[in-house]
């Protein structure tokens, strides 16, 4: 496989519910984000990982936790969310986070319903 | 003002047209600049970084106006397949990176 992987495409869960999103990117980048897409609004920034550390955290509520076990793989644990976290949930990588930063490549993403 | 801003359109062009859209910015310290498409339903996709003195890609031109804080990208003989949402995105020092509400074109025969 090429690019970035996300599973699953599509998500249903209850708002008493643990499920976790998983990425993987196989581009040997050293960067990996998460962020949400909601309908009218622009992409957030929930999550940034550079080389397996988190370097930011976008004041996401604690409902949200995030982890990188490699440089590889990202995940996104979820638990007791609320209906207005439904949203798209996109994965990303890139080369560096600094400023040699010259894109992202996104996956195809997980759609969330939170019912 | 907002951060990042786009006028959401939706840009509505026959084929063969140019369209032009702005992305207007507030953050004079911003120092580097994207454009992505994103299709419906589509994760965004990098269409071209946006560099000091212009640049060109095909049919697509970006252009960089710090004094007046916008970027453009300019479609020149629109196809069909060039309907999408168009982001721009902006980093500044802290690279944090802000994305654009986007801006819709639909391409019409």
């Known amino acids: 496989e090429t690019g970035v992987t996300q599973t699953p495409r599509h998500l249903v869960m209850g708002m008493t519910n643990k499920k976790s999103l998983k990425c993987e990117q196989h581009?040997?980048?050293?960067?990996m984000y998460w962020y949400k897409q909601s309908a009218k609004k622009p992409l957030e920034l929930m999550f940034v990982?550079?080389?397996?550390?988190?370097?930011e955290n976008n004041s996401v509520p604690s409902r949200f936790s995030p982890e990188c076990p490699n440089s590889s793989h990202l995940f996104l644990h979820l638990h007791t969310l609320q209906p207005e976290d439904s949203a798209l949930y996109l994965c990303?990588?890139?080369?560096?986070?600094?400023?040699?930063?010259?894109?992202?490549?996104f996956g195809s993403g997980t759609r969330l319903t939170v019912v | 003002r907002k951060e990042v801003e786009q006028d959401p359109g939706p840009f509505n062009v026959p084929e063969g047209a140019t369209v032009a859209f702005n992305c207007t910015y507030s953050?004079?310290?911003?120092?580097?600049f994207f454009w992505y498409r994103q299709d419906c339903r589509k994760e965004p996709k990098l269409l071209m970084s946006?560099?000091?003195s212009g640049n060109e890609d095909g049919r697509f031109t970006a252009q960089l106006n710090r004094a007046s804080q916008y970027i453009s990208l300019l479609i020149r003989d629109s196809k069909l397949s060039d309907s999408a949402t168009y982001l721009c995105?902006?980093?500044?020092?802290?690279?944090?990176?802000?994305f654009g509400r986007g801006t819709s074109l639909i391409v019409h025969p």
């Open positions: 990303a990588s890139s080369q560096a986070w600094d400023r040699r930063f010259v894109g992202y490549t």
């Open positions: 990982y550079s080389l397996e550390e988190r370097v």
């Open positions: 581009l040997g980048h050293n960067a």
């Open positions: 953050n004079s310290a911003s120092q580097s």
């Open positions: 995105v902006v980093r500044g020092g802290s690279y944090i990176p802000t």
């Open positions: 946006v560099y000091s």
